[in-house]
């Protein structure tokens, strides 16, 4: 079995025990709209572990199609979504924002379901990680919508995820408060970031024959990496100040 199986494996299983752990947080406090929407992430984090570790053994309409919908699409902005409520206060615009991306993540999830796949383009060899990374375009039909969605869903995600987590590093680091949060948030924001930089090495691996083998390993390596770097920059973020130290936080952030 190829070392991107056992990334995909690894992936998955590393992802689902983060995904209790944010879950059970959110459970034990009672609130917290950014932890559940970052363990439903998370949880689908695993989900496309799970699935390319499914597909490895051979073809799967359904792991293919949720592999796709979890990594391509849904992940980023449901993330983006958790940072989103954790900084932003304003009722309104957390409504507007979840409304429209939940309704984006459920039409998506009916549109990647309603695809007509060509599965006879299904042939990973011995390398399952290096066809998903490289030519599974030749498996989706080409549309509008497969243009237009996956760019702006991941990059609406992105923004919000690595954006938002280097403005309150940025904020924090100015105010000289709550460094657990300066370094949570820069966790959160190279968590972010590296798997975006492993997609970029396999788009150089299409145009360089000889980085094809390394640019789907860490591709695959990247996404594991950004996993754990995320949880513990979530931990970090939100771990709770001692009652004093928050008091003058507030007084800090309110002159």
Known sequence: MAISFYLGAATA??????????????????????????????????????????????????????????????????????????????????????VVIGVLVVASLVWMFGLSLNAEAFRPGTDVGAFLTERYREILPQSAVRRVLPPFMNGYGTLLLVGGAIYSAIL??????????????????????????????????????????????????????????LFIGFQLAVREAPAAVSVRTAAQLGS
């Not at 930089?197 to 396999?202: K, Q």
């Not at 000889?210 to 990247?222: A, M, R």
């Open 172 to 229: 924090f680091l100015r105010k000289q408060i709550m460094p657990n949060r300066v370094v949570g948030n820069v966790f959160i924001a190279i968590g972010g970031i590296i798997p975006a930089f492993g997609g970029s090495l396999v788009k150089l691996a299409e145009t360089t024959p000889e980085l094809t083998p390394l640019g789907s390993t860490l591709k695959f390596v990247s996404i594991l990496l950004g996993v754990v770097l």
């Open 13 to 98: 299983i590393v992802s689902a025990a983060l995904a209790f752990l944010v879950l059970q947080r959110f459970a034990r406090k009672g609130k917290g709209t950014h932890l559940l929407l970052w363990g439903v992430g998370l949880v689908l984090w695993a989900l496309a572990g799970l699935c390319e570790a499914i597909l490895a053994f051979g073809w799967s309409d359904p792991a293919f199609r949720l592999w796709y919908w979890t990594g391509a699409l849904v992940i980023p902005p449901i993330l983006g979504q958790g940072t989103l409520h954790l900084l932003v206060r304003r009722r309104e615009i957390l409504i507007v924002t979840d």
